[in-house]
T-cell receptor, first 113, second 114 residues
Framework: QKEVEQDPGPLSVPEGAIVSLNCTYS??????FMWYRQYSRKGPELLMY????GNKEDGRFTAQVDKSSKYISLFIRDSQPSDSATYLC?????????????FGRGTSLIVHP | GAVVSQHPSWVICKSGTSVKIECRSL??????MFWYRQFPKQSLMLMAT?????????EQGVEKDKFLINHASLTLSTLTVTSAHPEDSSFYIC??????????FGPGTRLTVL
């Protein structure tokens, strides 16, 4: 079993829909949880960064962490065609003196007009 | 957020030549930088972790003599692909950590080896 599992999709939704992206993990030592957005042939862009269980909201994006279930989610409200990209979850634990993130394989999201 | 740049963004080279890719943190000092490789429609594969002033730590299966990493300062790390071959063609991405955990990525470098 991989440390971080993420469905690669693609996930296709109509414009305006609420999108739910999810990752599960097996390492209970993970403390930091991140979501990145990656457009084709570009580097990933940090969207959300959370430390504790619960919800964190930023505009149309909400990150949710449930450490008891080892499950994290990213919700996108009022999705737009410009949200079409690959979304990567990442999480990290302290290893020695640093935190090295482990990435999911990414979910491809397509928002069609 | 913090900005990380990479240069060049795209490089084409002949088989057997060496290629150097630069990664710079533009507005912060990065104690740790990472180098990733990404194949089409695949996730990021960590190649090595680089700390300023010390030798890079390579992931299992990554040849350190082939992928030379130099982290000369808190704002610059370089990856040199030595004696490149077509199978080294890939998208190489660096990232840098600001603070404890916020990791910012460069725009990536697409390497094509003919």
């Amino acid at each position: 079993q991989k440390e971080v599992e993420q469905d690669p999709g693609p996930l296709s939704v109509p414009e305006g829909a609420i999108v739910s992206l999810n990752c599960t993990y097996s390492n209970s030592a993970f403390q930091y949880f991140m979501w990145y957005r990656q457009y084709s042939r570009k580097g990933p862009e940090l969207l959300m960064y959370t430390y504790s269980s619960g919800n964190k909201e930023d505009g149309r994006f909400t990150a949710q962490v449930d450490k008891s279930s080892k499950y994290i989610s990213l919700f996108i409200r009022d999705s737009q065609p410009s949200d079409s990209a690959t979304y990567l979850c990442a999480m990290s634990a302290r290893t020695g003196g640093s935190y090295i993130p482990t990435f999911g394989r990414g979910t491809s999201l397509i928002v069609h007009p | 957020g913090a900005v990380v740049s990479q240069h060049p963004s795209w490089v084409i080279c002949k088989s057997g030549t060496s290629v150097k890719i630069e990664c710079r943190s533009l507005d912060f000092q990065a104690t740790t930088m990472f180098w990733y490789r990404q194949f089409p429609k695949q996730s990021l594969m960590l190649m090595a972790t680089s700390n300023e002033g010390s030798k890079a730590t390579y992931e299992q299966g990554v040849e350190k003599d082939k992928f030379l990493i130099n982290h000369a300062s808190l704002t610059l790390s370089t990856l040199t692909v030595t004696s490149a071959h077509p199978e080294d063609s890939s998208f190489y991405i660096c990232s840098a950590i600001e603070g404890y955990n916020e990791q910012f990525f460069g725009p990536g470098t697409r390497l094509t080896v003919l």
